[in-house]
């Protein structure tokens, strides 16, 4: 689709605050040995007794970007080999890279999962297998390759879902349900909305780990730093259970947020597929934008301005609509197919963050824009934070506004002046 969007008299000559950096002051403690944590788990299940020479085993493989996952990928598979089985990888990320097998391997291999990198083959298809019908009707269904294998390792991220609150969110039990279940899968839960996604996903990850041959799980967690802090394979029977939901809690507890609860701009540097789910986490930016349901207590954010869209999503913007303002160059990146059939396979879920918000010629417009609409009418005293993303947060930079603040909050220390810079085409 070629844009047509004749803004140009839309600049805004607003002046723009100074900036000033500020660190986040976290306590972590990363794993150190990570091929060494997945071995040792994988070993402690006892999978050489469950494990026929020659079975072939499939691996999952998401489309988040995971710091650590070519590693654990890569264990993985060197570890099923040594038991005596032929692995091979698959897609298992719904109907993300724009719901083809061919979209999903190429975004694979923007995350660095190419069959050089992890020492075996990538099966990508869009099939899928029906493994029987929930109580209430609904088909479960299986990647085909993963339910033709003799057996499947599940690989993920634990982590707070974007979308709904549960004792299962975003992990083991989802990439099961949704992941392996392609687009067909999603779209089966999505059409229920939020109700669909808090009770079919545990059930019909229930019903895969039963009738679709899954070995175990393989848990990833990251601390505020995207940093891998633990690694935890469950049974197949923890697999969306209380081992899945301590594992969540923890991960709550470790994730990185905004250290202000009220804002009056937020400038997010970039958004993309390969952040969150949404584009930007709303678990940090305090916004869901779904018909229905209600918002989060905090953080407020009056005026959100995205700036750009990473290269890893391949122009799926999903989740640009919980933005308020964007640049024509962010606008111009968006392949509006993938984006719109990876929104509306959310159904209600996805619909009003698949649109687009108002469109101004330059970042630099679009902020000055934000300071003009944001509803302080003082401009020394707008509170506006700039990050480089939503997972990204260490390191902010702020307005005057927000320094008082800073200095009361022993968890934050001001490093100094810094410039706005990426602000042109």
Not at 5 to 28: G, K
Not at 44 to 72: C, F, K
Not at 150 to 170: C, M, P, Q, W, Y
Not at 186 to 199: K, N, S
């Amino acid at each position: 689709m070629r844009l047509n969007l004749n803004i140009e008299s839309l600049t805004a000559d607003t002046a723009l605050p100074p900036l000033y950096r500020v660190r986040q002051r976290w306590q972590n403690a990363p794993l150190a040995d990570i091929a060494g944590t997945v071995r040792n788990e994988l070993d402690a299940l006892g999978l050489r007794e469950q494990i026929a020479p020659g079975a072939r085993i499939a691996v999952t493989a998401g489309s988040r970007g995971i710091r650590d996952i070519v590693t654990v990928l890569r264990t993985c598979v060197a570890g099923l080999r040594d038991l005596g089985a032929e692995p091979f990888v698959v897609p298992a990320m719904g109907s993300h890279g724009g719901a083809t097998a061919a979209g999903q391997l190429k975004l694979l291999a923007e995350l660095g999962i190419t069959e050089a990198q992890i020492g075996c083959p990538i099966h990508s298809s869009m099939e899928v297998v029906e493994l029987g019908q929930l109580a209430d009707g609904t088909p479960v269904v299986m990647d085909r390759y993963a339910a033709e294998a003799d057996g499947v390792l599940a690989v993920n991220r634990i982590k707070a879902h974007t979308s709904f609150k549960a004792e299962i969110e975003s992990g083991l039990a989802k990439m099961c349900a949704l992941g392996l279940g392609k687009r067909q899968g999603a779209e089966y839960v999505h059409r229920r909305g939020v109700a669909g996604l808090r009770t079919m996903i545990v059930l019909m990850a229930r019903m895969v780990v039963a009738r679709g041959k899954v070995l175990a799980g393989l848990a990833i967690l990251e601390d505020a730093r995207e940093q891998t802090a633990a690694i935890r394979a469950l049974r197949p029977e923890e697999i969306g259970g209380p081992a899945e939901t301590a594992l969540l809690e923890r991960s709550r507890q470790l994730m990185a947020r905004l250290p202000f609860d009220e804002l009056d701009v937020l400038v997010v540097d970039e958004i993309g597929k390969n952040i969150s789910g949404t584009g930007m986490d709303t678990n940090v930016i305090g916004r869901l934008r779904i018909n229905g349901e209600a918002e989060p207590d905090h953080p407020r954010i009056a005026v959100i301005v995205a700036l750009d869209l990473s290269a890893a999503s391949q122009g799926n913007a999903n989740g640009v609509g919980l933005a308020d303002l964007i640049p024509a160059r962010l606008a111009r990146k968006i392949d509006f197919a993938a984006t719109c059939i990876n929104s509306l396979t959310s159904g209600l879920i996805g619909l009003r963050k698949g649109a687009l918000p108002i469109t101004l010629p330059t970042p630099r417009d679009a902020i000055a824009t934000a300071l003009k609409v944001c509803g302080q009418p003082d401009p020394d005293a707008i509170r506006l934070a700039r990050i480089r993303n939503t997972l990204l947060l260490e390191e902010l930079l702020v307005s005057p506004a927000l320094l008082a603040e800073v200095e009361r909050n022993p968890h934050l220390e001001l490093l100094g002046p810094a410039p706005w810079d990426g602000l042109t085409e």
